[in-house]
C-alpha cells in the first residue's frame, strides 16, 4: 500500500525550492538591514507556552494545536506560531540583560490542524521579526515599514497590497472594552454561533475574528476598541499614524480587527493582498508589551509581525513573478564514444572542485539528446569526443550565443572560470 503525506503538509519540489531559497534570500537580507539576528527555537515547546500566551480561548490553542505527551507524560506541543518561542528564549537566555533593544527574526515551520483549503496548510512556513525593549511607537512604524519594504523588494506592487491597523489598548483599556463586547453580544446572543456563544463566556474578543456568516451582523455592530483607548494608547496609535504618513505608508483604519492571538496590546496590523481571495492576509502583527512579563521576564514591551512563505509564493506565481529560467548549471560535460565517458568522470570531479557547478549526461542518450538537456540546465556544454581527446583538448560551446571555441585542456581545467566568462555571455 502506497502512504503519503499528511493532509495539508505538503512536500515542496525540487521545480519549486529555487523560488523558496530566492525569497529566503531576500528575507534575510532584508531583515539583517534593519538589524535584525536570526534566532532558531526548537519546533516543539511545552504545550503550557502557548496555552499562556496565545491564550487557551484562541483557535489555535483550542483547536488546532498539535498536543501529544512525551514518554514522561508532559504535554508537548508543535510550535502553532515563534512570537511565544522567542520570548520564551528571550526570557531563558536573558538576552535582556544586555540591556538594548533585541532584534530578533526566525523563518521555519509552523503547525496549526486547520482545515487545508488554497493558502492554508498545516504545515506551513513563516518569516517573522520581533523586536523587544521598546515601547517607542517609531518601532512600531520601523516594523511596519519592514513589512512595506519586504513585499517591494519581492516584486509586489503597492497597489495589489493593503494594511489594515488598529489599536486594541492596554490591559488598563481592556475590561471596559471586553464588558461592553459582551454587554452588546449578549443582547444578540441567538444570533451567534456556537463557537461565539462559548467566546462570549471566555473572552468576547475572540467573537471579532469569528469568520461565520451568522455571526456578521452582530460583529458589525459591536463596539470599536478605538473607543476605548486611555490617553497614552490614543497618543501612541496617533504617533504611530502620523510617523506612517511621513514615511509615505498607506494604511487602511479597520476598527474590527483584533487578531487572533491574546497576547496582542496597542497596534496590531496585517498586510493583505487583494487577489487571494478568503485567505488574503499576507502577514500579521502587533504590539505585545505583557508577553514577557506574562512569561515569568521583566516587564518588556516588544512589537513584531510574521508572513506565510506559502501565501508569497502564491501571490508571486499568479503575477508570473516566480522563477527565474537562469540555467542551474554552469557547464554540462558532453563524452562521446567510451574514452570520452572515462575522461570525462576524473574532469567533473576537478571542475566541481574549482566550485564550477558542473554535471554529465550519464543516460547514455545520443549526441543531439544530450545536447538539448545541456541547453535546458547549463550555460555552457563541454564536448569530449576522439579529436578533442587526440589532442589533449576540450570544445567549449556556448549554449546562449551557440558560439564554440576549443582550448588545451589542462589550461581549461586550471583557471575554468576564465574560460567560462570568455565565450561571451
Ligand atoms: P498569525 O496571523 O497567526 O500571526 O500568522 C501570521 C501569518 O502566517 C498569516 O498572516 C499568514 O500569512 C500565515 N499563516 C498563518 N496560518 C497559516 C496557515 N495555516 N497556512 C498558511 N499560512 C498561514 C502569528 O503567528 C504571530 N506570531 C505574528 C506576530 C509576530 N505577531 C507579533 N509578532
Redo the contacts with the bound molecule.
Keep these: 500500500m502506497k502512504v503519503e503525506s499528511v493532509r495539508g503538509m505538503r512536500d515542496i519540489l525540487p521545480e519549486e525550492v529555487p523560488l523558496w531559497q530566492k525569497l529566503e534570500e531576500e528575507i534575510r537580507s532584508l531583515f539583517a538591514l534593519y538589524g535584525y539576528k536570526e534566532i532558531r527555537p526548537p519546533l516543539v515547546e511545552l504545550a503550557e507556552l502557548f496555552s499562556r500566551s496565545v491564550g487557551e480561548a484562541t483557535d489555535?490553542v483550542h483547536k488546532e494545536m498539535y498536543v501529544f505527551p512525551d514518554k514522561k507524560g508532559q504535554m508537548l506541543a508543535l510550535r502553532?506560531?515563534?512570537?511565544?518561542s522567542v520570548v520564551r528564549a528571550y526570557i531563558e537566555h536573558g538576552l535582556y540583560a544586555k540591556g538594548d533593544l533585541a532584534k530578533l527574526y526566525y523563518i521555519g515551520p509552523?503547525f496549526?490542524y486547520?482545515k487545508p483549503q488554497k493558502?492554508?496548510?498545516?504545515q506551513?512556513h513563516?518569516y517573522?521579526?520581533?523586536a523587544l525593549g521598546s515601547l517607542d511607537p517609531a518601532l512600531d512604524a520601523e516594523v511596519i515599514d519592514l513589512a512595506w519594504h519586504l513585499m517591494e523588494r519581492v516584486g509586489l506592487s503597492r497597489e495589489g497590497l493593503f494594511l489594515r491597523l488598529n489599536s486594541i489598548g492596554c490591559r488598563e483599556d481592556r475590561p471596559a472594552y471586553r464588558a461592553a463586547l459582551r454587554a452588546h453580544f449578549s443582547g444578540r446572543k441567538e444570533e451567534l454561533c456556537p463557537d461565539c456563544q462559548r467566546r462570549l463566556q471566555e473572552n468576547p474578543l475572540r467573537i471579532l475574528d469569528c469568520k461565520e456568516p451568522q455571526c456578521q451582523g452582530a460583529i458589525a455592530a459591536a463596539p470599536k476598541s478605538l473607543d476605548f483607548l486611555c490617553e497614552k494608547c490614543r497618543a501612541h496609535f496617533e504617533e504611530l499614524l502620523a510617523i506612517l504618513e511621513d514615511l509615505g505608508l498607506s494604511y487602511e483604519l479597520d476598527p474590527r480587527l483584533v487578531?487572533?492571538?491574546d497576547y496582542?496590546t496597542r497596534t496590531v496590523f496585517?498586510l493583505c493582498s487583494r487577489e487571494l481571495g478568503a485567505?488574503d492576509?499576507?502577514?500579521?502583527?502587533?504590539r505585545?508589551d505583557d508577553l514577557v512579563e506574562l512569561l515569568g521576564g521583566p516587564p518588556t514591551p516588544?512589537?513584531?509581525?510574521?508572513?506565510?512563505m506559502?501565501?508569497l509564493v502564491l501571490v508571486l506565481s499568479q503575477h508570473g513573478l516566480s522563477q527565474d529560467e537562469a540555467s542551474e548549471l554552469d557547464l554540462f560535460v558532453i563524452p562521446i564514444g567510451e574514452e570520452g565517458k572515462r575522461r570525462a568522470v576524473g574532469i567533473l570531479a576537478q571542475l566541481r572542485r574549482r566550485g564550477i557547478s558542473a554535471d554529465l549526461d550519464y543516460m547514455g542518450r545520443s549526441l543531439r539528446k544530450a545536447m538539448s538537456v545541456a541547453a535546458r540546465r547549463a550555460r555552457y556544454a563541454l564536448l569530449l569526443g576522439p579529436d578533442e581527446l587526440s589532442q589533449n583538448s576540450a570544445t567549449l560551446k556556448n549554449l546562449v550565443t551557440g558560439v564554440s571555441s576549443t582550448a588545451p585542456l589542462a589550461e581549461f581545467l586550471s583557471n575554468p572560470r576564465s574560460f567560462l566568462g570568455s565565450t561571451g555571455t
Design positions: 489555535i502553532p506560531e515563534a512570537t511565544a509552523m496549526r486547520e493558502g492554508r496548510q498545516r506551513f513563516q517573522g521579526v520581533e487578531r487572533g492571538i496582542y496585517e485567505q492576509a499576507l502577514l500579521g502583527g502587533g505585545y516588544g512589537v513584531g509581525f510574521a508572513g506565510g506559502e501565501r
